[in-house]
């Protein structure tokens, strides 16, 4: 992928040839002649190049959605990052109250309601009930109920309580806790054994430490999760890991994990003794929200090193780990099992509500957050799920790498290329469908009637709609426009094809080769639909028999439980599944690749040929980033009228906000300085 050049640099680069551009777009044949080449937007970083001053430059990203009149919307959420991308691909800004966009970007929890009303061409970047994982108290019990039901190969988290439900079992843990350090002679940990969280907050509010019940308030919620202790250390600083996971389905579940992430440091040397009291948020907290405001804290100012200052790229800290003798690419396996059995632990939940939910497949794509803590030992713990992890770009790092991801996360999404015009004539028929098949899927509506145009005009199909609505005939007396569930699948299936052409950095971790054989015994039994199974086969089974060398791609089914490879003909496929979740959780005693038995290993060895991508640098040396991101110029701003009124309204409200507390602090002046003078005396 090409870097992102500071706007003032891409102005005195000499422009690209003709034969440069035809290359380097999908979109543009010739300067004069422009067509399109895919039923989906395509999004590249590429295009923030010129999104600040060049209006020529930047027309070969932004003409196909201007002359479609594509549009999003922002629901409480102000993201820079996303609002940039949108402009800088042609698409118009509209009130968070306009129905008919194609994009909406949501930054908290969107309601069931607002979701039934998704038409198949808009793309949302949420699903119903995505909450089990992203409230900390959920997640840690769904993961423990996982745990119960299918034993080891879930202990990923730490021991927690929830408040004020559990005070009584938390008592008691306390006592065992107390009992167990005064026994082995030693002292209670500090800053305290457990560690004490909101269970719906963010970036670091509200943590502190509690060794006794006395230091528990009585409000909550809370979720109380013991201190994990010994941490793996980077030049004796703790850090932690913020993966980017991407789902665009979750049943059948269809996951990807992005290459690049970050690794985020403590601000002052890891020490548990009761020294580092005056500073224990910056020695034992990882939150860059928190640690930014360390005196101690270093900003990485420069783009030739990933691994300088208190946040890294997660590459660099792989290469570190690697540097040290560990198997980072092991590591990283055994954080996308981390990463899978999470979303397994909430997928019967989310896919209830889906199906009441949702009507039409491939509506809805999401970006999580996953923070992972690595031990001595090198085994990775989840802390917590982010939803809508922050596209703050206030590092350099930041500006490279999250204006690649969000450009790939959106072409994952398939955001179809449908012309306004169609879109308003095809709605009409669409809503009186939905209407008339709220209680019943299969219920028939009375009479639709589409606009001929429409049909003549439309050629493409976007995935979610049915291909009755886009035929000359016109759709009318009981033929219902909504998918039934077959016609979702086979939506779903077309989709997951389309995606791995469009992946750009991210790595596809669910489905792949081996993944139903190995997670099929600790999934829960959602139905007899069976779409994670028959989406395995369709999507793997079908085009890649073989995985590498001489075992074969086994297959898996109600009748046939063991592996068709002949050399491991006497192993059922459990008991390898049963190995091969003992080797992700078991890390003392499978510390390398070499040390997994050879069953296993033939099965993960693509996996980790794979995982050399997470290792690699963002960065190539000669070429020069952007610091951060552009400041779009006017005429890019495309923005309905309500919504341009709305930013108007806000920037005076924001001056007038300013002048205030300007105002307060000249106020304040002469008694602060009376007190400094005071002090000095």
Not at 136 to 142: Q, S, V
Not at 196 to 201: G, L
Not at 541 to 562: A, D, L, W
Request: proline content about 5%; overall charge neutral.
């Amino acid at each position: 992928m090409a870097p992102i050049r500071p706007a003032e640099e891409a102005e005195r680069c000499p422009q690209p040839s003709l034969s440069e551009e035809q290359e380097a777009s999908e979109y543009l044949v010739a300067r004069c002649k422009k067509i399109r080449t895919s039923d989906y937007m395509l999004f590249s970083s590429d295009a923030l190049v010129h999104i600040a001053s060049d209006s020529k430059a930047s027309e070969k990203y932004t003409w196909l959605g201007e002359r479609l009149r594509l549009t999003f919307k922002m629901m409480r959420s102000d993201s820079r990052l996303i609002r940039t991308m949108c402009h800088s691909h042609g698409l118009m800004q509209c009130s968070s109250k306009n129905p008919q966009v194609n994009v909406i970007w949501m930054g908290a929890p969107v309601k069931s309601v607002k979701m039934r009303e998704l038409m198949p061409w808009q793309r949302l970047n949420q699903f119903p009930r995505s909450t089990e994982l992203t409230k900390k108290d959920r997640l840690y019990e769904n993961i423990e109920r996982s745990k119960s039901i299918f034993g080891e190969a879930y202990d990923f988290i730490p021991e927690f309580y929830v408040t004020p439900r559990e005070n009584q079992k938390m008592e008691i843990a306390f006592d065992r806790v107390l009992k167990e350090v005064t026994a082995a002679g030693g002292e209670l940990c500090f800053p305290g054994e457990f560690i004490v969280k909101p269970t719906n907050s963010r970036q670091g509010k509200g943590i502190f430490f509690a060794n006794s019940m006395a230091d528990i308030p009585a409000e909550g919620p809370l979720l109380v999760s013991r201190y994990l202790k010994d941490p793996y250390l980077v030049n004796n600083h703790k850090f932690d890991l913020r993966i980017y996971v991407a789902v665009t389905s979750f049943y059948p579940l269809v996951a990807y994990v992005y290459s690049e992430g970050l690794a985020r440091l403590a601000s002052r040397p890891y020490d548990t003794s009761a020294s580092s009291a005056d500073s224990n948020e910056y020695v034992h907290l990882t939150n860059y929200s928190i640690n930014k405001n360390s005196t101690s804290f270093v900003r990485n100012e420069s783009m030739s090193s990933e691994d300088l200052g208190h946040k890294w790229t997660l590459g660099a800290l792989l290469r570190y780990v690697e540097n040290e003798g560990k198997d980072a690419k092991l590591l990283m396996l055994r954080i996308e099992d981390l990463i899978v059995k999470s979303l397994l632990s909430i997928q019967n939940s989310v896919a209830t509500a889906s199906r009441t939910t949702l009507r039409f497949a491939c509506t809805n794509f999401e970006l999580f957050g996953f923070d992972v803590l690595v031990d001595q030992a090198l085994k990775p713990w989840l802390l917590e799920v982010n939803l809508s992890p922050s596209l703050a770009c206030d590092a350099p790092l930041d500006s490279l790498l999250k204006t690649r991801l969000i450009a790939d996360l959106l072409n994952l999404a398939c955001v179809p290329l449908l012309d306004k015009k169609i879109i308003d004539s095809v709605t009409p028929a669409l809503r009186k469908s939905m209407n008339a098949s709220q209680d019943s899927e299969t219920s028939d509506p009375d009479e639709l009637e589409l606009d001929p145009k429409c049909a003549k005009t439309l050629k493409r199909r976007p995935v979610g709609l049915k291909r009755s609505v886009l035929t000359k005939k016109i759709v009318s007396g009981n033929t219902s426009l909504i998918p039934n569930t077959e016609k979702k699948f086979d939506q779903i299936v077309r989709k997951v094809e389309l995606e791995e052409g469009r992946r750009g950095d991210f790595i596809r971790v669910f489905p792949r080769n081996g993944t139903w054989g190995m997670y099929s015994p600790v999934m829960e039994d959602l139905g007899s639909d069976d779409f994670d199974e028959r989406l395995f086969a369709e999507v793997i089974t079908k085009k890649n028999m073989v995985i590498i060398g001489f075992f074969s791609e086994f297959t898996y089914s109600s009748s046939h439980s063991t592996f068709s490879s002949s050399a491991f003909s006497s192993m059922r496929i459990e008991e390898v599944s049963d190995l091969f979740h003992d080797v992700m959780m078991e890390c003392s005693k499978y510390p390398s690749l070499a040390d997994v038995p050879i069953e296993v290993r033939e099965i993960i060895s693509p996996w980790y040929e794979e995982a050399s991508e997470y290792t690699k640098k963002i960065t190539q040396d000669g070429e020069t980033y952007a610091s951060k991101l552009p400041t779009i110029r006017s005429t890019a701003r495309l923005r309905t009228k309500s919504c341009a009124e709305f930013y108007e309204v806000r920037k005076v409200q924001m001056a007038k906000k300013k002048e205030a507390e300007a105002a307060a602090a000249k106020e304040n002046e002469p008694v602060v300085l009376q007190a400094v003078a005071a002090k000095r005396v």
